[in-house]
């Protein structure tokens, strides 16, 4: 059973920025996947980044490529969203989430282990 702890979220101008991080404990064998997901008012949820673990490969939604960059500390069991360029549109609870599927993507339904989200709030 994966545990996820998300942290880092905020209130933040637009063009600023914002690391997340999210803690991954309780389990035995690691996920392939994790990923960051985000959720505004009235919207599905929806997926922002994700990594292979084993490879270190990612993959971002395009509203956020060149702007959010996902990590990984193995050490630390620690998955991090580094958010720059913020933009009032990004504003939403963004979540963690992780899986043991052979293969995964941006979509929800990919992922069977959810934190319980942080919120980000970008001003304009």
């Known amino acids: 059973q994966v545990q996820l702890v998300e942290s880092g979220g905020g209130s933040v101008q637009a063009g600023g920025s914002l690391r997340l991080s999210c803690v991954a404990y309780?389990?035995?064998?690691?996920?392939?996947?994790m990923g960051w997901f985000r959720q505004a008012p009235g919207k599905e949820r929806e997926g922002v980044a994700i990594?292979?673990?084993?490879?270190?490969?990612?993959v971002y939604a395009d509203s956020v490529k060149g702007r959010f960059t996902i990590s990984q500390d193995n050490v630390k069991n620690t998955l991090y969203l580094q958010m720059n360029s913020l933009r009032p549109e990004d504003t939403a609870m963004y979540y963690c989430?992780?899986?043991?599927?052979?293969?995964?993507?941006?979509?929800?339904?990919?992922?069977?282990?959810w934190g319980q989200g942080t919120q980000v709030t970008v001003s304009s």
């Open positions: 989430a992780a899986t043991y599927r052979v293969l995964a993507n941006l979509q929800r339904n990919d992922y069977d282990y």
């Open positions: 990594i292979y673990l084993v490879r270190g490969t990612t």
């Open positions: 309780g389990y035995t064998y690691s996920p392939y996947y």
